[in-house]
C-alpha cells in the first residue's frame, strides 16, 4: 500500500489547471454503452475509478484505446449483461452501467455495488425508478437480475435527489420510445454534463440543472460522437481549500466557479480573498482565517458532502468554535479520529461535528479511511507542524491523479513512498 510523506508548512503558491471530473467521466463511460460506434472523450483523467469502469466496459465487450490525453471507446460488440461482484465491488459507479445494459441488451444482472466506505450506499431509489419504467427486477444471491421486455416511458418521482438513479433512469430511457419525467432529480453539475453528452449522440433530453428532466427517447441506439466533460469541481474546491489552510495564493485554471459557489461563500465568510474569471478562480489567504458557524451538506447548489472532509480541516484550524452537519453520508466523520490524532478538538455527535478551531496541528502517521477524507488528511499533513504519514492513498488515488505532483508543482513538501 502506497503512502504519502509530508513535511507540513510551505505555502501553496503557483497555478494549476483543474482535470476533467471523475463524476462525469464515469457515467459518461458507463453511456457509451448506448453509442452504436466509437466515443472519443478529450482530456480523460486517469483517475483509479475510472480505470476501474473502464475495465468493467471491457468485460461487457467493449474495446478501449488512448490517443494521447483522450479515451476511445467503441461498445458495438458489447454482448455480456453481467456486472460480477468482483468488479462491482471495486466502484459504486458499477451500478451507472444497469441503465446503459438494459438500454442496449434489455437484460442486465448486477452485482450490489462497492465503492468507498462512506455510509450504507443502499439502491432502493435505483430500483424503484426502474421499475416504474417497467423493468421487471429480482434480487437473489448478491446479485439484481433486470428484464427491459416490458419498459416503457413513464413520469418518475424520485423521493430524494440521487445523482446516480437520476443519471440511470436518463441512461436507460434516452433509447426507448416515449416520453420519460424525472421529477425531484439531482441537479449537479455533472447531470447537466451528462445530459449534453447524451444529446451529443443524438439523445434528446432537457431540463439538467433544475429539478425537472425530460427525456424524449429516440427509439435507438445513439451515436459516435467526441465530448470533452467539465472540469472537476471537487478537485478545484480542494486545492481551494488547502491554498486558503496553508496561506498561500493558487490560480486555479479551468476551475468553473458557478459550479463552486456554496464553497467560495464559505472561504469569503472565512477571510479567503477569490478573484473569479470566467474560467478560473484564484485563492489567496494572507491571515488566519475565522471559523464559519455553520456548514450543512445538501444537495446541489448547497455545499457538497465531497466537500466536507477537506472544510473540516479548515474550520479544525481556524479561529473559533463550528458546526458541521452530514446529511448525505452517515459515515464522512470516520476521519475525525485521524485528524484528532494529528491536534484537532472536534467532537462527533450523530451526524453534526462540533469544532474548536485550534492554532496549529501537528504531523502524526494517519489512514485515509474514503477518497475525500484522504484528502483532508493531506491538507492537514500541508498545514501541520512536522511530518505526517497518510496511509492508504489507494483511496485518494480513486479521485486524484497523483495528487503529490500537484501539490509539489505548487511547493508543498510531499512525496508517494510505494
Ligand atoms: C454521487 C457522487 C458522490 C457524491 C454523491 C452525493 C458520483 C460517481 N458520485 O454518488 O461523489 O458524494 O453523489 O453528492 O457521481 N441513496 C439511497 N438510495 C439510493 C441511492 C441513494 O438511499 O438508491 C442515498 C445515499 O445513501 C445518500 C444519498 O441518497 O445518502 C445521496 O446518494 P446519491 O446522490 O445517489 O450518491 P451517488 O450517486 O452514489
Not at 234 to 254: E, Q, R
Amino acid at each position: 500500500m502506497s503512502k504519502l510523506y509530508i513535511i507540513g508548512g510551505n505555502k501553496l503558491n503557483g497555478e494549476i489547471t483543474i482535470p476533467s471530473a471523475k463524476n462525469t467521466l464515469l457515467p459518461i463511460l458507463a453511456s457509451c454503452i448506448l453509442v452504436d460506434g466509437e466515443v472519443k472523450i478529450n482530456n480523460f483523467t486517469n483517475y483509479r475509478d475510472c480505470i476501474i469502469m473502464t475495465n468493467i466496459l471491457s468485460s461487457l465487450g467493449a474495446k478501449i484505446k488512448y490517443e494521447g490525453s483522450a479515451v476511445i471507446i467503441d461498445c458495438r460488440n458489447i454482448n455480456e449483461w453481467t456486472i460480477t461482484t468482483e468488479l462491482a465491488k471495486e466502484l459504486r459507479s458499477s451500478f451507472f452501467t444497469l441503465g446503459a445494459v438494459l438500454g442496449r441488451i434489455g437484460l442486465a444482472k448486477v452485482a450490489y455495488p462497492g465503492g468507498c466506505n462512506i455510509g450504507a450506499r443502499p439502491v432502493n431509489i435505483h430500483l424503484k425508478a426502474l421499475r416504474d419504467l417497467g423493468v421487471s427486477i429480482i434480487e437473489r444471491h448478491g446479485y439484481i437480475y433486470c428484464n427491459a421486455d416490458g419498459i416503457k416511458a413513464n413520469t418518475i418521482h424520485l423521493d430524494f435527489p440521487s445523482v446516480g438513479a437520476t443519471e440511470n433512469i436518463m441512461m436507460a430511457s434516452c433509447v426507448i420510445n416515449g416520453t420519460t419525467i424525472i421529477s425531484n432529480c439531482a441537479k449537479e453539475p455533472e447531470i447537466e454534463d451528462l445530459q449534453n453528452f447524451l444529446n451529443s449522440c443524438g439523445a434528446n433530453i432537457s431540463g439538467a440543472g433544475t429539478d425537472t428532466i425530460t427525456i424524449v427517447g429516440v427509439g435507438h441506439l445513439l451515436h459516435s460522437t467526441e465530448y470533452t466533460c467539465i472540469s472537476d469541481r471537487i478537485i478545484a474546491g480542494t486545492y481551494a481549500i488547502a491554498t486558503a489552510c496553508t496561506g498561500g495564493s493558487v490560480k486555479l485554471k479551468d476551475a468553473n466557479s458557478q459550479h463552486l459557489i456554496a464553497l467560495t461563500n464559505v472561504l469569503k465568510n472565512a477571510g479567503v480573498n477569490i478573484v473569479e474569471n470566467k474560467k478560473s478562480l484564484h485563492i489567496s489567504a494572507d491571515k488566519r482565517l475565522v471559523s464559519v458557524p455553520h456548514i450543512s451538506t445538501m444537495p446541489y447548489p448547497c455545499f457538497p458532502t465531497d466537500l466536507q472532509s477537506q472544510i473540516l480541516v479548515m474550520q479544525a484550524i481556524s479561529n473559533g468554535n463550528s458546526v458541521i452537519s452530514e446529511n448525505i453520508f452517515e459515515s464522512r466523520f470516520k476521519v475525525v479520529p485521524e485528524l484528532k490524532k494529528m491536534g484537532a478538538v472536534i467532537l462527533v455527535k450523530n451526524n453534526v461535528a462540533y469544532i474548536s478551531g485550534v492554532e496549529c496541528l501537528y504531523g502524526a502517521e494517519v489512514y485515509a479511511t474514503d477518497l475525500r477524507a484522504g484528502a483532508s488528511l493531506v491538507i492537514a499533513g500541508l498545514v501541520a507542524n512536522g511530518y505526517t504519514t497518510v496511509n492508504n492513498v489507494e483511496y485518494i488515488d480513486r479521485g486524484y491523479l497523483k495528487i503529490e505532483e500537484d501539490l509539489s508543482k505548487l511547493g508543498a513538501d510531499i512525496k508517494r513512498i510505494d
